[in-house]
């Protein structure tokens, strides 16, 4: 019997807010569109899905959602509708919304929160000052503690911040100014994050227009500011550390790598580059620069947005928007993975080319063992919100367990060691770590490498 630790609470909320349609998920092809969640709201929009290391997916909504791999409402929660980071120990932080988006009730954000897997409150802390509302993030740095930038209002300048992994705020640095700051999705190998903003003065410049990256340490230290012309995405190069801004790729120490021209980048921690030229072309660098292959066109409508990596690098994007050259014709939004190694497709989704059923494709995120990708849209003139789930095609990626070994939402307590060691024993619990005793995921169950690997996690190192 499953002893009372190992027990997780299952909560449904508002059901009637959901319509559900749900296509077998057995013998799935490679593409196949499993299950789609329809948030019928004419408020609805939501992007940003999260995935944790579970395999539960995480919607940002008119509130949070939270589902299994399946499809299963697991809990809702109300205040919350923001970004979702996800600490590789199953520890969520997102942002705490008030009130709705209606034009009697305003939608605003209060603070930023904590939450277990169970959606269970750790803490709650307020906005850093001078924050208005936040710009980008929170993203998860590899000392555990959370990062991101803020608008300061209206034209007004707004920090970059840190908030300890406990809730209480690190440093802020005030100074940026930009009508969309965005931040990378990770820090680098050096510990720097990179912050693409005009700086404060920004003469003639009211959105901080002129441009630039700004280097910051984990410890709220500027280490350099480059201005540039058509700074939007930045990427982290890898293996060594540094940006990539669109067309110039930089060192941690602000040194020119290489240059390739005007494009939007994103990056995979195998050390390639993927640049995008608008809606026409792919290229796929090295990280010294040189190209590895070009594909296009990528998308007939107006709009690519940034892909997800599988960890079998894959890479899926998505398309939508009007047909090019005919502004009154929707083109099909459509779900497409590349294998990484020559840009062949290896499948792609179709939605419907009609107006009325235009979903407009907001972001994507992967399971951490590769299987499945999650896509979140908007039908235009309805205003659903919908959430979708495509099985990738790809083998499952081994994924090693967290602190959390019995799945209740707290890591690294007394129950989740003895719940391990009973699963080292042969008594593993239902909601225990879907490896079992394999807990390093290298196909040898109960080891000491794996009980080694436990312990490494549970100080908070890798496994």
Same mark, same amino acid.
């Given at each position: 019997?499953?002893?009372?630790?190992?027990?997780?609470?299952?909560?449904?909320?508002?059901?009637?807010?959901?319509?559900?349609?749900?296509?077998?998920?057995?013998?799935?092809?490679?593409?196949?569109?499993?299950?789609?969640?329809?948030?019928?709201?004419?408020?609805?929009?939501?992007?940003?899905?999260? =995935?944790?290391?579970?395999?539960?997916?995480?919607?940002?909504?008119?509130?949070?959602?939270?589902?299994?791999?399946?499809?299963?409402?697991?809990?809702?929660?109300?205040?919350?509708?923001?970004?979702?980071?996800?600490?590789?120990?199953?520890?969520?932080?997102?942002?705490?919304?008030?009130?709705?988006?209606?034009?009697?009730?305003?939608?605003?954000?209060?603070?930023?929160?904590?939450?277990?897997?169970?959606?269970?409150?750790?803490?709650?802390?307020?906005?850093?000052?001078?924050?208005?509302?936040?710009?980008?993030?929170?993203?998860?740095?590899?000392?555990?503690?959370?990062?991101?930038?803020?608008?300061?209002?209206?034209?007004?300048?707004?920090?970059?911040?840190?908030?300890?992994?406990?809730?209480?705020?690190?440093?802020?640095?005030?100074?940026?100014?930009?009508?969309?700051?965005?931040?990378?999705?990770?820090?680098?190998?050096?510990?720097?994050?990179?912050?693409?903003?005009?700086?404060?003065?920004?003469?003639?410049?009211?959105?901080?227009?002129?441009?630039?990256?700004?280097?910051?340490?984990?410890?709220?230290?500027?280490?350099?500011?480059?201005?540039?012309?058509?700074?939007?995405?930045?990427?982290?190069?890898?293996?060594?550390?540094?940006?990539?801004?669109?067309?110039?790729?930089?060192?941690?120490?602000?040194?020119?790598?290489?240059?390739?021209?005007?494009?939007?980048?994103?990056?995979?921690?195998?050390?390639?580059?993927?640049?995008?030229?608008?809606?026409?072309?792919?290229?796929?660098?090295?990280?010294?620069?040189?190209?590895?292959?070009?594909?296009?066109?990528?998308?007939?409508?107006?709009?690519?947005?940034?892909?997800?990596?599988?960890?079998?690098?894959?890479?899926?994007?998505?398309?939508?928007?009007?047909?090019?050259?005919?502004?009154?014709?929707?083109?099909?939004?459509? =779900?497409?993975?590349?294998?990484?190694?020559?840009?062949?497709?290896?499948?792609?989704?179709?939605?419907?080319?009609?107006?009325?059923?235009?979903?407009?494709?907001?972001?994507?995120? =992967?399971?951490?063992?590769?299987?499945?990708?999650?896509?979140?849209?908007?039908?235009?003139?309805?205003?659903?919100?919908?959430?979708?789930?495509?099985?990738?095609?790809?083998?499952?990626?081994?994924?090693?367990?967290?602190?959390?070994?019995?799945?209740?939402?707290?890591?690294?307590?007394?129950?989740?060691?003895?719940?391990?060691?009973?699963?080292?024993?042969?008594?593993?619990?239902?909601?225990?770590?879907?490896?079992?005793?394999?807990?390093?995921?290298?196909?040898?169950?109960?080891?000491?490498?794996?009980?080694?690997?436990?312990?490494?996690?549970?100080?908070?190192?890798?496994?």
């Amino acid at each position: 019997m499953p002893t009372p630790e190992c027990t997780r609470a299952l909560k449904t909320l508002v059901p009637a807010l959901l319509v559900a349609a749900a296509a077998g998920v057995a013998d799935a092809d490679p593409g196949e569109l499993l299950w789609t969640r329809v948030l019928t709201d004419p408020y609805a929009y939501g992007t940003f899905p999260a =995935v944790d290391p579970q395999g539960n997916v995480y919607w940002p909504n008119r509130g949070l959602w939270s589902y299994t791999r399946e499809g299963e409402l697991r809990w809702w929660r109300d205040n919350t509708d923001g970004p979702v980071a996800i600490r590789p120990d199953g520890a969520i932080f997102t942002t705490e919304y008030v009130n709705t988006r209606t034009a009697e009730d305003p939608f605003w954000v209060q603070g930023f929160v904590r939450l277990t897997a169970n959606n269970e409150q750790v803490w709650w802390t307020g906005l850093p000052t001078r924050c208005a509302w936040p710009e980008a993030g929170p993203i998860v740095g590899p000392d555990g503690n959370i990062y991101g930038t803020c608008s300061g209002g209206y034209n007004a300048p707004g920090p970059a911040f840190s908030i300890h992994e406990d809730g209480w705020t690190r440093w802020v640095v005030q100074g940026f100014k930009s009508a969309s700051i965005n931040i990378n999705d990770r820090t680098d190998d050096t510990g720097r994050f990179y912050v693409r903003a005009g700086t404060i003065p920004a003469p003639n410049a009211p959105w901080g227009g002129a441009g630039g990256v700004v280097a910051i340490d984990l410890n709220g230290q500027v280490r350099w500011e480059n201005i540039q012309s058509g700074a939007d995405y930045v990427g982290i190069h890898y293996p060594t550390g540094g940006v990539i801004t669109q067309q110039l790729a930089r060192d941690p120490d602000e040194n020119p790598l290489w240059n390739y021209g005007s494009s939007w980048t994103s990056t995979d921690t195998d050390g390639s580059v993927y640049l995008r030229h608008g809606w026409y072309r792919y290229d796929k660098l090295r990280p010294d620069g040189s190209v590895v292959w070009q594909i296009g066109p990528i998308g007939s409508g107006n709009y690519v947005n940034q892909p997800a990596f599988s960890p079998d690098h894959f890479m899926m994007y998505l398309t939508f928007g009007p047909c090019i050259g005919y502004p009154d014709t929707a083109c099909p939004g459509r =779900v497409v993975a590349l294998r990484t190694g020559d840009g062949s497709i290896a499948w792609q989704y179709e939605f419907p080319r009609l107006p009325d059923d235009l979903i407009e494709l907001h972001k994507a995120a =992967v399971s951490p063992d590769g299987t499945r990708l999650y896509v979140t849209g908007y039908k235009r003139i309805a205003g659903h919100g919908y959430l979708m789930a495509f099985d990738t095609g790809v083998a499952p990626t081994p994924v090693c367990g967290t602190s959390d070994f019995n799945g209740d939402g707290d890591a690294g307590t007394d129950q989740d060691i003895e719940a391990f060691f009973a699963c080292i024993g042969g008594n593993c619990c239902p909601t225990c770590f879907g490896g079992g005793a394999d807990f390093n995921a290298d196909g040898d169950t109960a080891t000491d490498q794996d009980i080694e690997a436990f312990f490494r996690v549970l100080g908070g190192g890798a496994c």
